[in-house]
Every structure is written in structure tokens, then in C-alpha cells.
């Protein structure tokens, strides 16, 4: 048998088993770690022990990696580095500091807030959550506090009181209104402001006609009646609106009731603010009670009031055809020229049994000549003051819905007051004007930028 062409190593039998029967010279002082098939395997070699010690779970979890973890010998001491510029520090670390703290910060808040709220009742913010819009509204009304109208005397007795939530209840059927009296002499509307826009805005002018303000007890033509046994309770418009749109009002107001006999005189003060138009009363941002403010209660009133005044007169025509309501103005006493004002006094009865009538002076601006018809006018102004809040020169053209729905709501008690006025009257309807300021801060300068009329249905 002719020889392999190769060697045949060596073959070591093991009776005991399988495998070596001893261990190879080249194999000798190399580390060895025994390890099941089911171990997770780790790392060969861990350069950066310190870097992984917070993932100990997940590679110290087997314990055969210890035997390949690296201890550096003294020839490690010998090395330098040879760039010795210092490490950027890392911003990510900064920025997830700062986000754990304002994180605890807001925590903190929110349980400082929960445990004010757990000690005040905790009612307030489960409403607030319900009804966020009602809430804000309740607690604007509560910081509303503005001075009485009237000091109060201590020792004025108390006779009654009567709540807001029981006058809404109150009911009172009456019929028509018998006319007992009409007097003045009434000028016609110019169409022309109906063709008015925001770009052909027109100055408001004043006008130097003078307006009488005359109380019931004051009146001619009311002592006339009272003298006749006509009615049992005598009152104005302004006097009557204002205690029927009470529940609307934020201001205070008072007015004297003065007793004749079996009769009835409601009357204002002299100064009262009852002559005077509000602004923004029931907003919801309140109007400061400062007097020097041109944007104050008091300066807005006295702003309201004039440009209403001089816009009654600028819409209508100077020196045409009047309309006659059959007697003089009864406050005319031949010295200045008196505004285009018609007065009617109506009659209704509040009950027929006890023969208890209220005796009402109604005022009319205007007249209109509407499809060959003259028609009852009443001519009244809602004047702008934040030009930048509101903004009605972009607004009005195509949002007057919008700006009027905006005005009602800010202005409740006072458009509520007109109307009834109206109605009182039986106008037959009411003629908007929408006046603004010239520029921000100048109250004396207006401008007309609009009308819109409205009937005077209940």
C-alpha cells in the first residue's frame, strides 16, 4: 500500500467522554467563561465601563462579562493627551434640567391652586369648567362698584326693598293709551343720510338750538291735568323707562316720589343723571369712575349726550314744512330758539277698578314722510370712543348687523330705555345714527359715517 501524500494528525481517544483529553499547549492562559445556550450575550470587550454603568440591567445582567472587563496596567500612566483644549459641555443635559424644573415649577402651581380651591369650597372652578363664559361675566359684574347716585342719610328709614329676579316677574296688562295732550311743532327727516357711508363721512355739527329738561312737577301742562282729576300718577318717558329697564341697569340712579293728596309726582333732582345717556354700561369691561378721563362714566355721558342731541337736529331739515301736533311748545318762552321736540301726553289705565290712571309725557324727534305718509320719528345716536376696539370704519358698511348686535349688548339698559320711549310715544320708528370720534383722544370732534332705521315693534 503505497504512503498518504498527506499527515494524519494525531487522533486522542477519551474513554471518558468526548472532547480533548487534555488541554493544547496554544490554548493555555486564555480566558475561558462557560455560558448556557439561553444567557444573553454582552460585550467581547468594554472600553468604557463608567459610560454603561446606569444600563447594568442590560449588559451586567450576566455575570461571565466580568471576565473580560479591562484593568488598565502602568503603562496607561505614562500617556498624554496631546490636544488639552476643554470639552464642550453638552446643551442637551441643560435643556432637560430646564425642563424638569419649570416642570416641578408648574406642578407646584397646580397644587398649591388645587389645595387654595379644596379650602375655599371648590365650587368656583368646577363652574368655571361648566360655564367659562358665564363665570367671567359674574365675576366682571361683582367688580363693578360704582358710587351711589345719592348720599345716603342714616337716618332715612327703609320702606322696602325690591330684587332685581322679582321685577322681571312683575306683570301689568294695560290698553290703548288715550291722548290727552299733544304739543311742539316737529321738522322732517333728510333722506340724504340715508345715502351716508364710512367713505363719505359727514362732521356732526352742533347745533345751537336749546333743549328744555323739565321735570313732572315743573310741567304746565301736567298741573293742567292733575288740577282735572285726569290720572292719579304723573311721570316722563325718561323717568318711567328708567324704573322699567331697572333690572338692565348697572349705574345708579334715584328719583323722588312726591305725594298730593291721592296723587302721585315722580320727579328728578335737580343735576340728575337721568338727563344724561350712558355709555358701555353693561359691557363687560368696565368704565372707569374717573372724572378727569375723557373715557370716564362721566365725561362718556356728557359726550353721549351731546352728540344725541345734535344729531336730532342735524338729520333733519332746516327751515321746511313742519308738522304741527296742534298746540305751542309749552316750554317756549320766546328766548332762545328750542329744538325740533313734539310732546305727547298719553293716558293709561293701570286698574280700571281702583280708577288708578298713569299720566305719561312722550317725546317725538321727527317726522318722515315714508310712501306719502307721515310717520313718528325717533332720532337717537350710538357713538363710537374706541376707535381701535371697535373699529367701525372698516366694520359698518359690511358688518352693521354685527356692530349693532356688539352695540346692544354693551348698551342694554340704554337701547332697551329707547325703545320703550318709543313705544310710549308710538313712534313708528326709530332712526339709528352711528357717530364717531374724529381721532382717539379729541371728545369734541365727531363724524357721521351712517344710519339705520329700525321699527318701533314691541
Known sequence: MAPLPYGVPDIQDNPDGWGPCAEPDHLKDVPF????????????????QQAYQRNQGRYGANPA???????????????????NRPAKASKFGQRRFQQNRFAQQRREREAARAEREKREGGGPRQQQKKNPWQQHWREQQRQVQYSSSVDIRPEWAVKEQIPFASLGKLTCHVGE???????????????????????????????????????????????????????????????????????????????VVTRVG??????KREGSSLDLLTVNETAPEQVPEDKDNINGVQQLSLEATMINQNLSQQL????????????????DDGGDELASVGYKYRRWALNAEANIDIIVRCEIDGVINNKGEDQLLSVKALN?????????????ESQRGAVLAFETKNNLAK?????????????????????????????????ILGTQVRLADP
Not at 467563561?33 to 468604557?48: E, V, Y
Not at 291721592?262 to 320727579?267: A, H, T, V
Open 262 to 267: 291721592d296723587k302721585l309726582f315722580f320727579d
Open 33 to 48: 467563561a462557560p455560558f448556557s445556550k439561553t444567557d444573553k450575550l454582552g460585550k467581547a470587550a468594554d472600553w468604557t
Open 316 to 331: 333733519l331739515v332746516k327751515g321746511g314744512d313742519k308738522f304741527n301736533l296742534g298746540n305751542n311748545n309749552p316750554f
Open 65 to 83: 462579562n466580568a471576565v473580560f472587563q479591562f484593568f488598565h496596567t502602568e503603562e496607561e500612566d505614562s500617556f498624554h493627551l496631546v490636544d
Open 177 to 255: 293709551p288715550t291722548d290727552m295732550h299733544a304739543a311742539g311743532q316737529l321738522e322732517y327727516y333728510d333722506k340724504a343720510y340715508d345715502k351716508l357711508t364710512t367713505r363719505q363721512e359727514k362732521p356732526l355739527e352742533r347745533t345751537k338750538r336749546a333743549f328744555r329738561s323739565v321735570s313732572t312737577s315743573d310741567d304746565p301742562i301736567i298741573r293742567n291735568l292733575a288740577s282735572e282729576d285726569a290720572g292719579r300718577v304723573f311721570v316722563t318717558d325718561a323717568i318711567l323707562t328708567t324704573i322699567m329697564c331697572a333690572a338692565k341697569s348697572v349705574y345708579s340712579w334715584d328719583v
Open 384 to 396: 363710537e370712543f374706541d376707535l381701535r376696539a371697535t373699529d367701525w370704519r372698516k366694520k359698518l
Open 415 to 447: 337701547i332697551a330705555k329707547w325703545t320703550m320711549c318709543a313705544l310710549l310715544a308710538g313712534a313708528d320708528m326709530v332712526k339709528l345714527g352711528y357717530v364717531s370720534r374724529a381721532g382717539p383722544k379729541d371728545n369734541s370732534n365727531h363724524v
